[in-house]
């Protein structure tokens, strides 16, 4: 026959194990560990306490006592030492502090006992466990929790365990959720366990569509710019070691049928045996590297093509002049003179866009706003024209009482003047160029018109980019395509904004606004 405590303890120790096995939730665990902890040793009252993240120990569950007084139970859980090392662990002498705290706050408790919870060498909580009555906790007593107490530990630790894998669960789950990258998650036969949603959005499928299709039915490349795809690899073998990362980029076909420039990354998942668990894609747009790409080849080829033809003009003229057989007359050495001088200022006028396109980059282009007449400086600028083509007529209208705005003189006469070039430049037959301004009530418009052939509306959303030359102005004019680039650039630094104006038919007519000054 067993005695009667060793009965009781195999009966709680069965109970325990089955809360163990049963329960994962660490609230619940506890409470019916300190419900059993307290019946066995035939208590009234209990407490668990934790320990917290950054150290000390924290009431995590009570049995037996009343909420309003579990404040007067602090100083034995203070009492507790604040490490996790069991080797040093010595729990506070609990009934003689009982005796005190009766005394102070009626408790009604008289003894009582505590265990620390040791799991894997940690102390990772302690137990107490009270009476309402005298008498002292046998050794037997103590034995009995202590037995109870490291199986109490396991399920403690259990579930922990399991909070902490849910908390890790719901963190990965937020950072897939948040990544800008797409994620794909493929089982090791490659179908499609999980997506985020950033790959929805970038491949235009709904997460319910791919689960469970295999991946090659969704990473379908229109054309492939680096890299052998993914079956391609695995074909050869792919992946030979844990850390074997595969990287393909191409154009993602969309089931909508548009296309989009993507990188994609995938990562083995091993595990310890080498088998393939899971393959992680990681999808990045790269359209707008694709872009900054093609704009430098654009850049290189149209500044080589624009410095190489008035360089090329001023070495010819200067050649040509510089002959020792030919005397030329004075009407042709000032008329190469004449080209000379325009080829180099073309030149100049470049560099300088240039350099203000750089400087508008690194965010520098400063302005020095001061009182303007707009009528004012139009008129002046309209002026200085005049005397450069005989094609066109200029003509300026302004309302009598324009008011003066607050704007950097040089920067806007820089404005004007491209789009008075650009009126004459492309109406080469001639015409009117009308310069008008108008007034609204929070800012001042100006609008200049030519009577060329007009922008073609598929070249409207794009004049205003750096570099952008539509396909008639490239093959019959000169230019880098950055005047409007720098002309939208000024005026938004200024607050003000530039369109092209639908309404006009004769040709092209652009305007732009300046915000008047308060
Ligand atoms: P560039 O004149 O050096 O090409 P811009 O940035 O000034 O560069 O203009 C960009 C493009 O907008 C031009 O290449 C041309 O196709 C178009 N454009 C600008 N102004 C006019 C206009 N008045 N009439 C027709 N097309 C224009």
């Keep these: 026959m067993l005695p009667d405590f060793r009965v009781r303890q195999r009966d709680y120790l069965l109970e325990i194990a089955r809360v163990i096995t049963q329960d994962l939730d660490l609230d619940q665990v506890l409470a019916r560990i300190l419900q059993h902890a307290a019946d066995l040793l035939a208590g009234q009252a209990g407490l668990v306490a934790l320990r917290g993240n950054t150290g000390g120990w924290n009431l995590a569950a009570s049995y037996g006592i ?26 506070p002498e609990v009934s003689r ?11 009604g408790l008289f003894t009582g006992v505590g265990l620390p919870l040791i799991a894997q060498n940690r102390v990772l909580g302690v137990i107490f466990v009270f009476r309402n009555y005298r008498g002292i906790f046998s050794p037997e007593d103590r034995l009995l929790l202590q037995s109870f107490a490291d199986q109490a530990a396991i399920a403690v630790q259990n579930a922990q365990l399991y909070e902490h894998t849910a908390q890790e669960k719901r963190r990965t789950d937020a950072i897939l959720d948040a990544v800008a990258d797409g994620i794909l998650i493929l089982a090791a ?84 045996e080498g088998q393939l668990l899971n393959v992680i894609a990681s999808v990045r747009d790269v359209s707008h590297f694709r872009q900054a790409e093609e704009m430098q080849s654009t850049f290189i080829s149209v500044i080589s093509h624009e ?41 100049a006028e470049l560099i300088e866009n240039l350099l203000d396109a750089s400087r508008l980059e690194a965010g520098a282009l400063s302005l020095n706003a001061t009182d303007l ?5 139009v008129e002046r600028i309209a002026e200085r024209f ?25 920067r806007i006469g820089q404005v004007l ?16 160029i009308a310069i008008t301004g108008q007034v609204r009530p929070e800012h001042v418009v100006v609008c200049v018109s030519d009577q060329g052939p007009g922008i073609a509306a598929g070249d409207i959303p794009h004049i205003f980019d750096r570099f952008y030359r539509a396909g008639e102005a490239q093959r019959s004019t000169k230019g880098a395509g950055l005047g409007l680039y720098l002309t939208r650039a000024i005026l938004e630094a200024h607050g003000g904004s530039i369109w092209v104006d639908p ?16």
Aim: aromatic content about 6%.
């Design 66 to 91: 009343p909420d309003a007084l579990i404040q007067y139970l602090d100083p034995i859980l203070s009492a507790v030492p604040d490490h996790e090392d069991p080797a040093r662990f010595e729990l």
């Design 97 to 107: 502090m009982l005796a005190r705290l009766a005394r102070e706050a009626s408790l």
């Design 189 to 272: 036969d490659r179908t499609i366990e999980r997506c985020n949603p950033a790959f929805e959005r970038l491949s235009g499928r709904r997460a319910n569509d791919m689960i469970g299709r295999k991946h090659s039915e969704v990473i379908q490349f229109n054309e492939i710019e680096h890299g052998p795809t993914l079956e391609q690899s695995e074909a050869g073998g792919w992946p030979l070691t844990p850390t074997a990362t595969l990287y393909v980029e191409g154009d993602l076909e969309r089931p909508n049928g548009t296309k989009l420039a993507v990188g994609v990354t995938y990562a083995p998942l091993l595990t310890r």
């Design 307 to 347: 410095l190489k033809t008035p360089v090329a003009l001023i070495k010819g003229y200067v050649g040509t002049l510089r002959r020792e057989d030919v005397r030329w007359d004075s009407k042709t050495v000032q008329d190469s003179l004449t080209i000379i001088e325009e080829e180099a200022d073309h030149l």
């Design 373 to 377: 007449s707009l009528p004012r400086l």
């Design 386 to 410: 005049r005397t450069q083509t005989d094609k066109h007529t200029i003509t300026v209208e302004f309302p009598e009482d324009y008011p003066v705005i607050l704007a950097d003189e040089q």
């Design 417 to 432: 003047l491209n789009l008075l070039s650009n009126g004459a430049k492309y109406s080469p037959k001639g015409g009117v």
């Design 503 to 518: 309404q006009y038919k004769d040709g092209a007519c652009i305007c732009f606004s300046l915000p008047r000054s308060q």
